[in-house]
């Protein structure tokens, strides 16, 4: 039974197996420290994606967002509130693709914001256009529970 995840590290990016029953333990990056399920959206750069969204198992959600877009600002408190409701399962971090139009690019990213969630190292959804925090939460856990392989009983 699979029962451990890989981790990344919001601060240094290391990948860290962390057992899923620990993941709302408030585990901690064993190279540098840093909390790694935090419940602050954390930005991400393209040296640090692959690490947090194809290399590592646990569940990311990625505000592809930018400085000049007013929805995006307009959606940044949302997002904050979305982050607190949906840790520690889901980490939520935040691109710059006006810093980093290469990665916008390289995921296909033609309007912002964009919510792109990712898990298991790949990518389950996105989703274009500002959202309220309820909605983002909404939307977060129904496209992870549809990807689940493990399905309730009833
Ligand atoms: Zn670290």
Known sequence: MSDSLIVACPHCHSRNRVP???????????????????????ALDAG???????????ALLVDFW???CGPCRTMAPAFEAAARAL????????????????????LGIRSIPTLVLFAGGRELARQSGAMPA????QWTRAQL??????????
Not at 92 to 101: G, I, R
């Open 87 to 106: 840790a520690p399962e889901v980490a939520l971090a935040k691109v710059d693709t006006e810093a980093e139009a290469v990665l916008g690019g390289r």
């Open 20 to 42: 899923a029953a620990r993941l709302g333990d408030a585990p901690t990056c064993g190279r540098c420290g840093a909390h790694l399920r935090p419940d602050t959206p954390f």
């Open 66 to 68: 930018a400085p000049w």
């Open 48 to 58: 640090g994606f692959d690490a947090h969204a194809v290399r590592a198992d646990a």
């Open 145 to 154: 529970q549809a990807a689940s392989p493990v399905r309730p009983n009833r």
């Open 134 to 137: 309820q909605a983002i939460v």
